[in-house]
């Protein structure tokens, strides 16, 4: 689809779905600063791209992303708290960005998801994973926290419970173990995950892609407002939505008894 100077691969996987690859598979996907650059501008590129309504995000080789490269850490002890915060925010934007966009992302787990890596798993819509996949909030292994939103995200998906004892033991589930958590959505043969990731990204990149933004961002601001902010937002959003061309030919074609054709607009 198009170039990024940095290492992964942006391509499109299907009409409406497009894939981005994290590409260091001899460092298993670790993050450096290129890297954690480089997702952060394709998948906001991908987002302002008409023709992509959904994203598949997967690392090449054995694994999905192993946390950060500690051969080349953008982060030191000896930083002022300026220059960490800056640092550390590299590996933040990437959380916030996949939160942010309208896109709505699928993790194709296809192997470790560890640190920094089980954060950006854990802040995408969805997460299928294979039956090789490993994730884990592994920071409390090298006495760090979870400096990249897992200790917001966890408790949101899992409990308060649960999350703590996967933070504070730094425990790694598996397979068929991390669905049972109810961390993926489900688990399949490693032969079969880009194939399933992505027809999962087709049913939802079938939908209309101004109500999937809109809902996206209600669901993900649910957890921070009280219910009478929350209807508010959801006055406003329905009201963006009343206004699309999808919603008309949505009535259009119930009216017709056949299926929509959205169109983004």
Request: net charge negative.
């Amino acid at each position: 689809m198009f170039d990024i100077d940095a290492p992964l691969r942006v391509e499109q996987s299907s009409e409406h779905v497009a894939r981005v690859t994290y590409d260091r598979p001899d460092a298993m996907n670790a993050y450096t600063e290129p890297l954690l650059r480089g997702a952060v501008t394709a998948l906001e590129r991908l987002d302002d791209h008409d023709d992509v309504r959904a994203i598949v995000l997967t690392g090449a080789g054995e694994a999905f992303c192993a946390g950060v490269d500690l051969n080349d850490m953008p982060l030191t002890p000896d930083m002022d708290f300026a220059e960490y915060e800056t640092g550390l925010g590299m590996f933040q934007e990437v959380v916030r960005t996949l939160r942010t966009v309208d896109t709505p992302v699928v993790a194709a787990v296809n192997g470790y998801a560890l640190g920094a890596g089980c954060d950006t798993a854990l802040a995408c819509d969805f997460r299928v994973v294979s039956d090789e996949a490993v994730v884990g909030e592994t920071f409390i292994d090298v006495g760090f926290v979870p400096g990249d939103g897992g200790a917001y995200l966890l408790p949101r998906l899992i409990g308060e419970a649960r999350a703590k004892e996967l933070i504070f033991t730094g425990k790694k589930l598996a397979g068929e173990e991390i669905v049972e958590w109810d961390l993926a959505r489900e688990q399949v043969p490693a032969a079969e995950l880009l194939d399933a990731a992505t027809e999962f990204a087709e049913e939802v990149a079938d939908r209309p892609p101004i109500a999937l933004g809109q809902s996206k961002h209600l669901v993900n601001e649910s957890f921070e407002v009280d219910l009478d902010r929350a209807l508010s937002d959801a006055t406003r959003a329905q009201r963006i939505c009343s206004q699309t061309r999808d919603h008309e030919e949505a009535v259009r074609a119930f009216g017709e008894d056949r299926d929509p054709e959205f169109e983004g607009r």
